[in-house]
């Protein structure tokens, strides 16, 4: 089996080399020899790099990440974790949605000033109940939502 050098896997996959050390540092992936200073990785490592890209695209975090590859490094999938996560995504993706036609809306209202719109009224009121009702985190388009004008800036 013919093992892959740092800078072919970094080629291959766009992971720079501090992040495949720190992959292997918090045991996502395992390099299994050296050429000199350089880490050699078997071909599989490639697969896992692409499940780890797929994981954080979803939003899993990296622990969650590690706990989804077995002993072997093979991938180890909860289906209750992925069936959460899409609805969860799902979710997201309904918010997402209303957000992006207020903001159409908002875009192409005829009143005057959009402080005088109802509609933009009713988006202030909505994201201010949507704000006090949980803390979203950082990441979530919901807490991007209060301020999505900025303060003091009109629409």
Known sequence: MKLLDIAEVVSA??????????????????SVARH?????????TLVQLQLINLGKT?????????????ADGQPNLSRSALHARADQIERQIGELTS??????????????????????????????????????????PASRLPGALGPGRRA
């Open 36 to 44: 000199g200073l350089r880490r050699q990785y078997e071909p599989q």
């Open 99 to 140: 957000l992006k036609n207020a903001i159409r809306h908002v875009a192409e209202c005829p009143a005057p000033t959009h402080m005088e719109c109802p509609s933009f009224q009713r988006l202030l009121r909505l994201s201010a109940k949507s704000g006090q009702k949980r803390r979203p985190s950082r990441s979530s």
């Open 58 to 70: 979803a939003g899993f975090a990296l622990t969650d990440i590690a706990a989804m590859f077995g």
């Open 13 to 30: 996959t766009g992971v720079r080399p501090s992040t495949l050390r720190y992959y292997e540092q918090i045991g996502l992936i395992a």
